[in-house]
């Protein structure tokens, strides 16, 4: 079975502060592991994604995030953080052991970003 | 690329119809399509995981004769709330899968059911 804890339910940051959403993981296989953006009322958008190549993943909008095997954590990092990043993230543990991919999503953690 | 469709992204209805909720891959042929449910800050729950021209496979307390989910093609999947209840007012999301080696879902915009 898998899991992911997102630690903190809301972050706060002032606009071109740096930014760190926690993320925890629990799987029994070598996972695949995402994070989500998701703007009030719209879909989900990839940001990155890991797949077992280089630990340091860099993704859209100026997101990276770190696989580090030995903590179990895909912590989000933004080095200055923009009005428009206030959204819900949300951290996914993928399992491909399926034969398909079967997500599942942390709790979400909500960015509030300040002038 | 890899861009997905929700049709209505709104919709209200009363309580005892049925909704259908499309869910469309626009440029990219879908082998399996997933339906998730989210609740007002909450996180997305898996309902189900369809495959084009088998049944779709539910998730554990999720009633199979209440959401009906039809995949009749590899671009096309529908999920139809049948006799909608007040509790059922929720954004339902879909994601299509490629299939292959990858495992990136791509996400629909939701749809936001408000049953009265």
């Known amino acids: 079975a898998q899991s992911v804890t997102q630690l903190d339910s809301h972050v706060s940051v002032s606009e071109g502060t740096p930014v760190l959403l926690r993320c925890n993981y629990s799987?029994?296989?070598?996972?695949?592991l995402f994070w989500y953006v998701q703007h009030p009322n719209k879909g989900l958008q990839l940001l990155l994604k890991?797949?077992?190549?280089?630990?340091l993943v860099k993704g859209i909008n100026g997101f990276e995030a770190e696989f580090k095997k030995s903590e179990t954590s895909f912590h989000l990092t933004k080095p200055s953080a923009h009005m428009s990043d206030a959204a819900e993230y949300f951290c996914?543990?993928?399992?491909?052991?399926?034969?398909?991919?079967?997500?599942?999503f942390g709790k979400g953690t909500m960015l509030l970003v300040s002038p | 690329g890899a861009v997905v469709s929700q049709h209505p992204s709104r919709v209200i209805c009363k309580s005892g119809t049925s909704v259908k909720i499309e869910c469309r891959s626009l440029?990219?042929?879908?082998?399996?399509m997933f339906w998730y449910r989210q609740f007002p800050k909450q996180s997305l729950m898996l309902m189900a995981t369809?495959?084009?021209?088998?049944?779709?496979?539910?998730e554990q307390g999720v009633e199979k004769d209440k959401f009906l989910i039809n995949h009749a093609s590899l671009t096309l999947s529908t999920l139809t709330v049948t006799s909608a209840h007040p509790e059922d007012s929720s954004f339902y999301i879909c994601s299509a899968w490629t299939g292959g080696g990858t495992d990136t879902q791509y996400f629909g915009p939701g749809t936001r059911l408000t049953v009265l």
């Open positions: 996914v543990v993928s399992d491909q052991n399926s034969g398909y991919s079967t997500l599942t």
């Open positions: 890991y797949t077992s190549a280089a630990t």
């Open positions: 799987s029994s296989y070598s996972p695949s």
């Open positions: 369809s495959n084009e021209g088998s049944k779709a496979t539910y």
């Open positions: 440029d990219f042929q879908a082998t399996t």
